[in-house]
């Protein structure tokens, strides 16, 4: 089945709207945490939900791979491949629109870090607690360009207990459920993922030439 002028027009605005939401939302809760919490401030919105500002050098959850530099031309390579991917797809009337969106939250997820690692360290300060962070004039914020620290904030502490005493190696502990700190990029990417492994695991192939 071939696609119309307008199924076209229509599949690229799903997308472009799934990425521009992301974005925007991503960034603007990054910027108001940012400028009106403290580092490791917590805010306490539901007991099984905190605002808990951090900052990290990593990607998704805090995970670190290698030095600072690699790690955002690793995203800069995979969001090209991402954008270059999701543009041969919208094309392919056999991709459904679920696909497209999923897809496009990835790339939008993997752009959103990108923006805090690129542009941060220029023009924001980075002030020991219990001092707030502020805009500043570029060359002067607390990083290079490429260097900048990426904010999270998103915590979800389900639960938590305490491991009984007569168990081996763990007795004693305490254990809580889920610890990782994130923000919506890492969920756009993540939640984007399991959609397609778990919906559209078919229509996961590099688009051949006709495509």
Known sequence: MKLTEQGLRRRSL?????????LILDQALKIWVKTNFYLGEDLEILPFFHLHFIQNN???FGWEIGSKLFLTAFRFVMVGVLI????????????PSGFLAALAAITAGAAGN????????????????PEIASFTAIG?????WFQGLVVDMLWFPLFSFDWPSWLPWIGGRHFSFFDPVFNIADAAITVGMA???????????????KA
Do not use: Q
């Open 195 to 209: 959609v397609i492994i778990l919906f559209y695991s078919r229509h996961i192939a590099w688009p051949d030439k």
């Open 58 to 60: 990593g990607m998704a």
């Open 140 to 144: 002067t914020g607390y990083g290079r």
């Open 14 to 22: 799903l997308c472009a709207g799934v990425a521009a939401a992301i």
């Open 114 to 129: 990108i923006i805090d690692c690129v542009f941060y360290g220029e023009i924001f300060s980075n002030p020991w607690p």
């Open 84 to 95: 270059w991917l999701l543009a041969r797809f919208v094309k392919d009337a056999d991709k």
